[in-house]
């Protein structure tokens, strides 16, 4: 029975989302060969199953926005594009 030794690597940069600690989360791979974060601070444990399972579900609802609602029409009878005209060279202002 070979073992093989599980090398855990510190990843330069990252938050715990449990204690919010920076730099104290590593990765590796476990005995099934899934890959699993952990936090030396606090304990936390996830595998990049349980992660993606956790992104399927929306944390935020969708903001609403001041652009055309779905529906209207995008120019109505009042509206109107703007036309910059170019003042060429027969300006005398400048």
């Known amino acids: ?13 990252v938050v715990c ?3 919010s600690k920076m730099d104290t989360t ?12 952990d936090c030396v601070a606090c304990g936390f444990e996830e595998t990049y199953s349980q ?3 956790n992104q399927q ?4 609802e969708e903001i609403k926005t001041r652009v055309t609602p779905e529906g209207k029409v995008l120019l109505d009878e009042e509206e109107q594009p703007l036309k910059i005209m170019d ?7 400048h």
Do not use: L, T, W
């Not at 590593?26 to 974060?37: A, F, L, S, T």
């Not at 579900?57 to 935020?60: A, E, N, R, S």
């Not at 003042?87 to 202002?93: A, E, H, L, T």
């Open 1 to 13: 029975m070979s073992q093989k030794a599980v090398i855990k690597r510190f990843i330069a940069g």
């Open 17 to 19: 989302p449990k204690c």
């Open 26 to 37: 590593r990765m590796y791979r476990n005995e099934e060969g899934e890959e699993v974060r």
């Open 51 to 53: 992660h993606q399972a």
């Open 57 to 60: 579900q929306p944390q935020f």
């Open 87 to 93: 003042p060429g060279v027969s300006r005398k202002d």
